[in-house]
């Protein structure tokens, strides 16, 4: 049988769609091969056993720099390789798929072929090579591979982890291969209870898993939200017939003592009143008020397991401070609501509001606008240093994604973000959310002081320490020399 390309039913729009795309593979290549010397400092770094992964991956990213996608429909409309998995040898993949062409090219018009692509640096991978060394690296980080699959299996470790030996025991069966033990969560003493469990779970199954510890790592995330609002609508629970099926229920709280930044009850509302006015009310009271349209409405007081008051009512209240409650046991005494919580606290938000990220700690949060008329809500952020590059028009998300914005103004002590990513009726921004800022040079360490006290047990007990939040080689490094620093000259976890 004949090769393709000496098929002359085929060989006139082969021939010439491989003279079109030669020019452009021949270009990667060219720019692939500047590699070496392109990243001669870096490389420099680098310890030559590893070398030529590290070109690759360098040549690998180059590639993708570029939008291939034409190329490889047309490569694969011809039969040839698409590069599709060239990741194990980037520049021989392109070599073998030119050097195919030039064979074509030459064949058909009896021109002699062109010299191979000369190597400008030894260190290129081959991808069979490649193929074998990833599988290498990947058995030494993670444990050897289970006869019937090549992925590893990582879980996450649970609280009850560290007290329930048959739920380690279960998950070894199932076929965990790494444990991951959050060191944002827990304590040193539940991991460690967490890996004498696995110990001993290993010892009873056979099996062999690796652990793996997480650094919590700088938290980029949404500050605290008082419970405090200025107006607050409580209203009963109703069926489709709009039948109240059960009153609204709202707690009474003495001024003292009371923290306006934490709910006021897992899920009730609260008015706050003055301490001596509430000691004057008792259950069975009827309290009347009118709310802030004016509507007229009653509570009943009855009290809860532990004595507190509650007040119940069968209409929608909108209450806000300065609301006043009568006694109908005593009409004489009026009682001022200093403060209304909020059992949920959180920011709500709609696509087009403007949001002011506050970074002073004094500035928390505010359900509605702020000192500006045209901030719709304000919350403060955790880490305000994360924000120290950040531009107008950089992009900002909170929450994995369910709010995002563009940066829209940067001011002493405040960013302003407009909305553009939530639901229409508004989304609901609470405390300890993540921010993300994606295209912001985030310069802080990736580690934080918490990470630095955990890492002596981490070196002691685990195989493997995940670093979080790496924006700069800088980051791996130093948790190198923390960690040779710790123990200079021991073997230490792998980190990555």
């Known amino acids: 049988m004949k090769p393709p390309y000496e098929d002359s039913r085929l060989r006139p729009w082969r021939i010439q769609k491989m003279r079109e ?29 590893n070398r030529e992964s590290a070109v690759n991956l360098l040549q690998y990213l180059v590639l993708r720099q570029h939008d291939l996608r034409g190329i490889q429909r047309e490569l694969a409309g011809l039969g040839l ?32 072929q062109p010299a191979d692509i000369p190597n400008s640096d030894p260190a290129f991978l081959q991808p069979p090579c490649g193929s074998t060394r990833l599988a290498e690296n990947t ?91 200025p107006v ?60 802030t349209r004016g509507a007229r409405r009653k509570l009943l007081l009855v009290p809860d397991q532990e004595g507190s008051l509650f007040g119940l009512s069968h209409k929608t209240i909108y209450a806000a401070p300065g609301m006043r409650l009568t006694s109908e046991r005593n009409d004489q005494l009026a009682i001022p609501v200093k403060a209304v919580l909020n059992p949920d606290p959180a920011v709500v ?25 045209s901030v719709t809500a304000r ?28 940066i829209e103004e940067i001011s002493e002590g405040k960013v302003l973000v407009r909305i553009r990513q939530a639901r229409p009726t508004g989304t609901k921004l609470r405390a300890d959310k993540g921010i993300n800022l994606p295209q912001t040079a985030i310069q802080v360490s990736a580690l934080t002081e918490k990470d630095l006290a955990d890492l002596p047990w981490i070196q002691r007990h685990a195989d493997l320490v995940a670093l979080s939040f790496v924006n700069q080689a800088e980051d791996v490094q130093h948790l190198m020399d923390v960690m040779e620093a710790s123990a200079p000259g021991a073997e230490h976890p792998p980190s990555f």
């Open 21 to 49: 795309l030669l020019p452009a593979l021949q270009e990667m290549v060219a720019e692939m091969q500047l590699v070496p010397d392109r990243f001669e400092a870096r490389l420099k770094r680098v310890h030559p056993e």
């Open 81 to 112: 390789s698409s590069l599709g998995r060239a990741e194990a040898g980037v520049m021989e993949s392109f070599r073998a798929v030119i050097r195919l062409i030039n064979t074509a090219l030459a064949a058909t018009d009896g021109s002699p």
């Open 139 to 229: 058995a030494q980080l993670l444990g050897p591979p289970q006869p019937h699959r090549n992925t590893r299996i990582m879980v996450t470790m649970p609280p009850e982890a560290a007290h329930d030996l048959a739920l380690l025991t279960s998950l070894l069966e199932s076929g965990m291969d790494v444990a991951r033990i959050n060191c944002a969560h827990d304590q040193p003493e539940d991991w460690l209870r967490m890996t004498q469990n696995l110990t001993e779970a290993s010892r009873k199954t056979g099996k062999s898993c690796r652990v793996m510890t997480d650094l919590a790592g700088p938290k980029i995330r949404t500050a605290e939200v008082p419970a405090e609002v």
């Open 232 to 291: 607050l609508k409580i209203r009963p629970e109703r069926d489709a017939l709009g039948r109240v099926t059960l009153p609204a229920r709202i707690r009474l709280l003495p001024a003292s003592g009371t923290d306006t930044h934490t709910d006021s009850d897992e899920s009730h509302p609260a008015l706050v009143l003055d301490d001596d006015a509430l000691r004057s009310l008792k259950p069975g009271d009827t309290l009347h008020l009118r709310d």
């Open 349 to 373: 938000v709609k696509p087009g509001d403007l949001l002011e990220i506050a970074l002073h700690p004094q500035k928390s949060a505010s359900a509605s606008a702020s000192a500006s008329a």
């Open 379 to 406: 919350i403060g952020c955790s880490l305000p240093e994360a924000f120290r590059n950040a531009l107008p028009g950089a992009p900002v998300w909170f929450d994995d994604g369910k709010i995002g914005g563009i």
